[in-house]
């Protein structure tokens, strides 16, 4: 006699999937969005606007770029508001002479700063007329020239801070007449300087020597810039 086989059971049906909500996946976008922008920031590139003129004649005031931030290893100032998540500083290494760094000034100032390394840890530096003493030796500076930098918003300031260099553009505005002077590391990185005043405060300094995890950092617009060659003080 046959046999009914039992009727298979019936499969427990599909639990349905809550709707996604939208203002969710735009919250989760958003957080993943800004730990990419922080990681990138923190380790790799971050924006930078010059803030002063102490860069001329290469850099504005306004110029804006981007600064790679591995070069000399990680501190807290890696990190956005300096959060001292780092302790001291990991993966270090020293700048080259002529690198253009960005940095954090030291208290009261505590605020971004854009020079160019000139001397090294050991180094003894001086300046005697305008001409830098790098370990007893000048470096090498050619002729004076002159270059028209414009004279916009990004361009030198008051007629009282470069009196007798700004002139009349010829199509409106003004320009100012800026005498540079190339100087020559002893590693041939070369760059122009701008020499306003023939003896200014910062002409004459030193000699010292420079002490170990310290670097001497000079503007390019010699005597207009805030540096090593002076104490905040």
Same mark, same amino acid.
């Given at each position: 006699?046959?046999?009914?086989?039992?009727?298979?059971?019936?499969?427990?049906?599909?639990?349905?999937?809550?709707? !996604?909500?939208?203002?969710?996946?735009?919250?989760?976008?958003?957080?993943?969005?800004?730990?990419?922008?922080?990681?990138?920031?923190?380790?790799?590139?971050?924006?930078?606007?010059?803030?002063?003129?102490?860069?001329?004649?290469?850099?504005?005031?306004?110029?804006?770029?981007?600064?790679?931030?591995?070069?000399?290893?990680?501190?807290?100032?890696?990190?956005?508001?300096?959060?001292?998540?780092?302790?001291?500083?990991?993966?270090?290494?020293?700048?080259?002479?002529?690198?253009?760094?960005?940095?954090?000034?030291?208290?009261?100032?505590?605020?971004?700063?854009?020079?160019?390394?000139?001397?090294?840890?050991?180094?003894?530096?001086?300046?005697?007329?305008?001409?830098?003493?790098?370990?007893?030796?000048?470096?090498?500076?050619?002729?004076?020239?002159?270059?028209?930098?414009?004279?916009?918003?990004?361009?030198?300031?008051?007629? !009282?801070?470069?009196?007798?260099?700004?002139?009349?553009?010829?199509?409106?505005?003004?320009?100012?007449?800026?005498?540079?002077?190339?100087?020559?590391?002893?590693?041939?990185?070369?760059?122009?300087?701008?020499?306003?005043?023939?003896?200014?405060?910062?002409?004459?300094?030193?000699?010292?020597?420079?002490?170990?995890?310290?670097?001497?950092?000079?503007?390019?617009? !010699?005597? !207009?810039?805030?540096?090593?060659?002076?104490?905040?003080?």
């Amino acid at each position: 006699m046959a046999t009914t086989p039992p009727d298979a059971p019936a499969s427990a049906p599909a639990t349905a999937k809550p709707p !996604r909500s939208e203002l969710n996946e735009t919250i989760r976008f958003l957080v993943k969005l800004v730990i990419a922008v922080l990681i990138l920031r923190s380790f790799l590139f971050a924006p930078f606007s010059i803030p002063s003129e102490s860069m001329l004649p290469r850099l504005l005031i306004g110029d804006y770029l981007f600064v790679t931030k591995w070069n000399y290893g990680y501190s807290r100032w890696s990190l956005p508001g300096g959060v001292p998540l780092i302790p001291g500083r990991v993966f270090g290494s020293d700048p080259t002479r002529g690198d253009v760094v960005v940095f954090r000034s030291p208290e009261p100032e505590d605020h971004d700063v854009i020079k160019r390394v000139i001397g090294l840890p050991g180094d003894t530096l001086a300046v005697q007329g305008g001409t830098v003493i790098l370990n007893g030796k000048p470096i090498a500076r050619g002729r004076m020239h002159y270059v028209d930098v414009p004279g916009d918003t990004n361009g030198p300031g008051s007629d !009282r801070e470069y009196y007798g260099a700004r002139g009349p553009a010829p199509g409106g505005g003004y320009v100012c007449h800026l005498p540079i002077v190339t100087e020559t590391l002893p590693n041939g990185r070369h760059y122009d300087t701008v020499d306003l005043e023939p003896d200014s405060p910062g002409d004459n300094y030193g000699p010292v020597k420079i002490p170990a995890n310290h670097v001497f950092l000079m503007g390019d617009n !010699r005597d !207009r810039s805030a540096d090593s060659r002076f104490s905040l003080g």
